[in-house]
T-cell receptor, first 115, second 116 residues
Framework: AQKITQTQPGMFVQEKEAVTLDCTYDTSDPSYGLFWYKQPSSGEMIFLIYQGSYDQQNATEGRYSLNFQKARKSANLVISASQLGDSAMYFCAMRELNTGNQFYFGTGTSLTVIP | DTGVSQNPRHKITKRGQNVTFRCDPISEHNRLYWYRQTLGQGPEFLTYFQNEAQLEKSRLLSDRFSAERPKGSFSTLEIQRTEQGDSAMYLC??????????????FGPGTRLTVL
C-alpha cells in the first residue's frame, strides 16, 4: 500500500484565491511527522510546513496551513492568497518515528496559478 | 551560501561507466539523506547517514550503488556500471535531528544524471 497518496496530479487556482492540495497517509505507527515540500521548475525541494502526529493544533506558516485530520489520516495543505510564484510541484511526505528514518513522498500535485 | 550543495549539477555518461556525486550538507546537520527522483514521481529514499554511520539503505538500492560520509561531513554517492535506468535526479538532504519527529530535511539542488 502507498504510504502517501496525492490524488490530484494537477490543480489550477486564480491568483489571490485559496487552494487546497490533498494528502492522505497510511501508517500504524502512532508517532509520525507530516511534511509538505514545494519543488519549482528549478528542481530544488523547499520545505514549507510540518505537522507532528501529537500536535493538537493545525500547523501554520505564513500563507500555508495544514488541515490535519488524524482520524481520516489526511494532511491537506491550504495555500491562501495564491501568488504566481506558487506555481510548482507540491509533495506531501511522512516520517514514521518507530520504523526508521525513511521519508515517504507522494507523487506530487502540480499547481498552476492563473493571473 | 549556507544551504546544501551538490556537485556536479549535471552529469552525462555512457552506459557501463562509473559516476560519483558529492553532497555538502548544512554544516551543523548530523543527518544526511540521498534520494532519487524520476520524472513525474516524488523523491525515492536511497540511504541515510547519522554522522559518519550509514544507518539505513533502501531495499531497492542495487549493490552498484554505494555511499560514504567520511568524518560525518560531506557525502559521496557512487554508481558503478551505470545503466540507462539510472538516469534520474539525485537529491541530497540534510537535517539536524535533535528530538523525535521534527527531522525537517533541507534539500540541495540535485544532480541530474543522464546515462546514454
Amino acid at each position: 500500500a502507498q504510504k502517501i497518496t496525492q490524488t490530484q496530479p494537477g490543480m489550477f487556482v486564480q491568483e489571490k484565491e485559496a487552494v487546497t492540495l490533498d494528502c492522505t497517509y497510511d501508517t500504524s505507527d502512532p508517532s509520525y511527522g507530516l511534511f509538505w515540500y514545494k519543488q519549482p521548475s528549478s528542481g530544488e525541494m523547499i520545505f514549507l510546513i510540518y505537522q507532528g502526529s501529537y500536535d493538537q493544533q493545525n500547523a501554520t506558516e505564513g500563507r500555508y496551513s495544514l488541515n490535519f485530520q488524524k482520524a481520516r489520516k489526511s494532511a491537506n495543505l491550504v495555500i491562501s492568497a495564491s501568488q504566481l510564484g506558487d506555481s510548482a510541484m507540491y509533495f506531501c511526505a511522512m516520517r514514521e518515528l518507530n520504523t526508521g528514518n525513511q521519508f515517504y513522498f507522494g507523487t506530487g500535485t502540480s499547481l498552476t496559478v492563473i493571473p | 551560501d549556507t544551504g546544501v550543495s551538490q556537485n556536479p549539477r549535471h552529469k552525462i555518461t555512457k552506459r557501463g561507466q562509473n559516476v560519483t556525486f558529492r553532497c555538502d550538507p548544512i554544516s551543523e546537520h548530523n543527518r544526511l539523506y540521498w534520494y532519487r527522483q524520476t520524472l513525474g514521481q516524488g523523491p525515492e529514499f536511497l540511504t541515510y547517514f547519522q554522522n559518519e554511520a550509514q544507518l539505513e539503505k533502501s531495499r531497492l538500492l542495487s549493490d552498484r550503488f554505494s555511499a560514504e560520509r567520511p568524518k560525518g561531513s560531506f557525502s559521496t554517492l557512487e554508481i558503478q556500471r551505470t545503466e540507462q535506468g539510472d538516469s534520474a535526479m539525485y537529491l541530497c538532504a540534510s537535517s539536524l535531528a535533535l528530538t523525535g519527529l521534527t527531522d525537517t530535511q533541507y534539500f540541495g539542488p540535485g544532480t541530474r544524471l543522464t546515462v546514454l
